[in-house]
T-cell receptor
């Protein structure tokens, strides 16, 4: 079974600064997807960024980028120019790329609560 | 395009009762997954439905069940409620027919409180 670990329960950053959230995972599969989701107080989970394991290039979405290290099974999220609206719980998630069985099941880490200080 | 709609948003039930939660996926999405979110256990996968069939199931007791209708709307049911069932229940919808088209869109959840 796959596991996802987020070792930082809480992080804080100053507005306009950069912060990196850590995530490690364990899997025996070679093909999979990794995601970062954001959950603000409104509770709705919002996809921030995704990475396909077969792609060596790190994904980037505006101020959000990842550092994907497949051999180390590490998938960190970097938020640049942090804004007050970035304050939320961030979850790292894993999904198998298999067509059958465990497909579409997301395995989540425990989350990191990000505070942005003005 | 309308998002994922979960109803009701809040529920208070008594131990021993049963409850039904509803999820309407994004139009055209055929996969609906359910997750339980608690402070202690985090987000845990309950089950996934695709074209009215349960395709995957998490490690939850048989009191938790679900179904999907021909219009892809899904319901989950919890019978004989326990205090520990108090949680935020999230529904996620996906196209469900390709491995590569991976994005899951979440609803705002149903907050269930068991007293």
């Amino acid at each position: 079974a796959q596991t996802v670990t987020q070792s930082q329960p809480e992080m804080s950053v100053q507005e306009a600064e950069t912060v990196t959230l850590s995530c490690t995972y364990d899997t025996s599969e070679s093909d999979y997807y990794l995601f970062w989701y954001k959950q603000p107080p409104s509770r709705q989970m919002i996809l921030v960024i995704r990475q396909e394991a077969y792609k060596q290039q790190n994904a980037t979405e505006n101020r959000f980028s990842v550092n994907f290290q497949k051999a180390a099974k590490s998938f960190s999220l970097k938020i640049s120019d942090s804004q007050l609206g970035d304050a939320a719980m961030y979850f790292c998630a894993y999904r198998s790329a298999q067509m059958m069985g465990s497909n579409y099941k997301l395995t989540f880490g425990k989350g990191t609560l990000l505070t942005v200080n003005p | 395009k309308a998002g994922v709609t979960q109803t009701p948003r809040y529920l208070i039930k008594t131990r021993g009762q049963q409850v039904t939660l509803s999820c309407s996926p994004i139009s055209g999405h055929r996969s609906v997954s359910w997750y339980q979110q608690t402070p202690g256990q985090g987000l845990q996968f309950l089950f996934e439905y695709f074209s009215e069939t349960q395709r995957n199931k998490g490690n939850f007791p048989g009191r938790f069940s679900g179904r999907q209708f021909s219009n892809s709307r899904s319901e989950m049911n919890v019978s004989t409620l326990e205090l520990g069932d108090s949680a935020l229940y999230l529904c996620a919808s996906s196209r469900g027919i390709d491995s590569w088209n991976t994005e899951a869109f979440f609803g705002q959840g149903t907050r269930l409180t068991v007293v």
